[in-house]
């Protein structure tokens, strides 16, 4: 019997496996990206949590809740179902036997298929430095990524012009990207970061030293007391990221999991994102059920500065900028004005069902900030410190799941309360339930949070969702969530306290795990200003924008997969007429197992009204490079990414994409303006791996 159920957990690894993995970590970025809306956007830590996994997956006999918990794959409750399953009848035999778990079902088991497995070795308990450094990989990538077509700020003017205007660029045309790291496993990694945007200076100007931005990083995780230690460059991720959460982190999706934050306290910083981490060091204690948490961070940051008219050496800061771009003068001078200085610790509680955790975290600046005052910015951050308290907890029993944190900030303008609360319930393996209710007051203030919220800001707002996930046979199953929130005080574009709803249905057919069929309606209502505004006062209208997408994915064979998506957005308002927006796609992949060759193509055909009915749409891309364009108005694109590997120890991509225009003879505006109809991109990357 043994024999058997290992044999039909092999065939059902080595079946699918491989596309499995992209397939997951790709719905995980869009998880992300769709919240953000945004082109620009490091998904690097994110990323490597799955690839490292993917390379050394997790025994499900051996790991503990919060490895299980860092994978971001499974609700409390599974976890806890299998460590009692564990505890109860022992070690698993085989994959295959997960389905004897109450809250497991088959999508959920083949979603940590490609992530987990079962290793009868004994753990390697003792580790000489050695030894560590033989078995560690070191990976260094080496990326360009030039500008194919001229755009304006680039044009040769005289250094007396570049010095006096921001609408022209000091550097070249070309990205560059360099890394190199060592990681054991999760035990330890060090390795430095350096990265130089199109339109900054290279070993000249304002960069003498080389690229623009460096980051450096040395960690070490495992022991029985000193859990993890960070030096150099960090991340921190605590409680539900009200009031400390230094990376990005998942919204409103289709999969209700990602509604719950999952910390993990100290991780080590490896993208290049200029503002969302730590430089310092950061160390966690373990003692019995407890872990304490100490952390100290200084660095720059960029800023825009002005002189007091009544005080002669006293200066404001008068806007943050966390954009990380040195092109142009006032770009430049914007660079590290700013010292920030940040510190904090955490105290957690954790047993087999509870998990409570306390933390302070204070701020500084070396310069009160001082923002242009407008009615709706008048409870944003102002001074020069800041100090937040929370609290969190999490609670599982049995087949429910409550999690939340409270938090207050207070400086010596403002101080404000914010709190989160939610529930997960699995009924049985077909239906899963999850409410969540939060409430942040606008006088709330802390630099680094990622609240569960409707804005960009763990600020001004309060909603209640609620979302479930129904398997409804073997290959339909449906999720869905409803979102209500609303504004007390004013928003950057919205003169007045507002509300809005978002509702989301998504069914799914998925008949086998070569074909998946699902369609999606979303539909967002939010309140702005009306545009353009008909008298002295400005109103507040409804804009009611509603998405319908269908998406194939279809796996040929074994070596090939189709996946094709049509999506149409429509946008109302009472002051404007209806726009609309088409995007229609085909991607095709070829993997082949025995050859060194893969690649992936995309063909995309769109027509959109405006800008504000752009529709963004995840491209493959290099390893840690992250395409997320934005289609609007009307034209084409096509992009071709393939990969070449020399043995197991050197990988090298292209990838060459463009956009072609039908109802444009120039692209972009300012600096950034393209004469003519077409936008190229092209991304070369090599890594060498040993």
């Known amino acids: 019997m043994k024999q058997r159920l290992f044999i039909l957990s092999m065939l059902l690894c080595l079946n699918f496996l491989a596309q499995e993995r992209s397939e997951i970590i790709q719905q995980r970025i869009e998880f992300i990206s769709e919240q953000l809306e945004t082109e620009n956007i490091d998904l690097t830590n994110l990323l490597e949590q799955f690839n490292f996994y993917i390379d050394n997956p997790i025994d499900l006999n ?166 993890s230690i960070a030096l150099g460059d960090y991340q921190i ?91 142009t003068h006032s770009e430049i001078a914007k660079k590290d004005a700013l010292k920030e200085f940040i510190t904090g610790a955490s105290i957690q509680f954790q047993n087999d069902f509870l998990k409570l955790g306390f933390q302070g975290v204070y701020l500084r600046y070396d310069q009160p900030v001082q923002l242009n005052p407008r009615p709706y910015n008048q409870f944003y951050f102002s001074g020069d410190n800041c100090l937040s308290l929370s609290s969190d907890y999490n609670y599982v029993y049995r087949n429910l799941n409550v999690f939340g944190e409270v938090s207050y900030s207070m400086n010596d303008n403002h101080s404000g309360l914010a709190m989160l609360h939610g529930a997960l319930l699995a009924i049985d393996t077909r239906f899963s339930l999850g409410l969540l209710y939060r409430d942040y007051d606008e006088a709330y203030q802390t630099m680094y949070n990622a609240g569960f919220s409707e804005g960009s800001r763990t600020q001004n707002e309060n909603g209640l969702y609620a979302g479930f996930k129904f398997k409804l046979s073997k290959a339909w199953s449906i999720n869905a969530y409803t979102d209500v929130f609303e504004f007390p005080w004013m928003k950057y574009g919205v003169d007045g306290p507002s509300k809005g709803h978002e509702f989301l249905i998504q069914p799914i057919y998925k008949p086998n795990k070569a074909f998946e069929l699902y369609a999606r309606f979303r539909e967002q209502l939010r309140q702005k200003n009306e545009s353009p505004s008909t008298g002295v006062i400005t109103n507040v209208e409804n804009v009611l924008q509603r998405n319908f997408r269908i998406n194939i994915s279809n796996k040929i064979n074994k070596v090939l997969t189709l996946k094709s998506r049509a999506e149409w957005v429509s946008i109302q308002r009472e002051s404007q007429s209806k726009e609309q927006g088409l995007l229609i796609t085909q991607d095709v992949a070829y993997k082949p197992k025995s050859f060194p060759l893969s690649f992936n193509v995309r063909y995309a055909l769109f027509d959109t009204d405006s800008y504000s009915t752009r529709i963004y749409s995840y491209e493959n891309n290099a390893l840690y490079v992250f395409s997320i364009p934005a289609y609007y108005f009307k034209g084409s694109r096509c992009f071709l990414l393939a990969r070449y590997s020399f043995g197991r120890s050197i990988d090298l991509w292209v990838k060459y994409g463009f956009f072609l225009y039908n109802d444009r003879d120039q692209i972009g505006s300012g600096a950034e303006q393209i004469q003519g109809d077409r936008k190229s991109d092209l991304t070369i990357q090599l890594r060498l791996s040993f």
């Open 237 to 327: 991720q605590l409680g539900q990221g009200l009031n400390l959460w230094s990376s990005y982190a998942f919204g409103k999706s289709s999969d209700i999991l990602t509604m719950k934050r999952n910390p993990v306290s100290i991780k080590p910083y490896t993208s290049v994102d200029e503002s969302r981490f730590f430089r310092g060091a950061a160390i966690n204690l373990a003692y019995k059920n407890f872990d304490f948490l100490l952390f100290s961070s200084l660095k720059r940051i960029d800023a825009s500065g002005i002189q007091d008219s009544l005080q002669e050496n006293l200066e404001f800061v008068s806007s943050i900028n966390l954009s990380g771009l040195h092109r």
């Open 62 to 227: 051996k790991s503990s809740r919060e490895t299980l918990n860092d994978l971001g794959l499974l609700t409390d409750i599974q976890i806890s179902d299998l460590l009692v399953h564990r505890k109860i009848h022992g070690k698993l035999i085989s994959i295959y036997e997960l389905q004897s778990l109450k809250f497991w079902d088959l999508e959920t088991i083949y979603l940590v298929l490609p992530f987990v497995t079962l290793d009868e070795r004994l753990d390697r308990l003792h580790l000489t430095f050695k030894e560590a450094m033989r078995e560690g990989n070191f990976d260094w990538f080496l990326r360009f990524q030039p500008t194919i077509e001229r755009k304006a700020g680039y044009a040769d003017v005289p250094d007396s012009l570049l010095e006096q205007s921001s609408k022209y660029y000091y550097g070249n045309a070309h990205k560059y990207y360099s890394r190199f790291r060592y990681a054991y496993k999760t035990n330890i990694s060090f390795g430095i970061t350096a990265e130089k945007d199109a339109g900054e200076s290279f070993f000249r100007g304002a960069q003498k030293n080389g690229f623009d931005f460096y980051s450096a990083h040395a960690f070490y995780k495992g022991g029985k007391y000193l859990k």
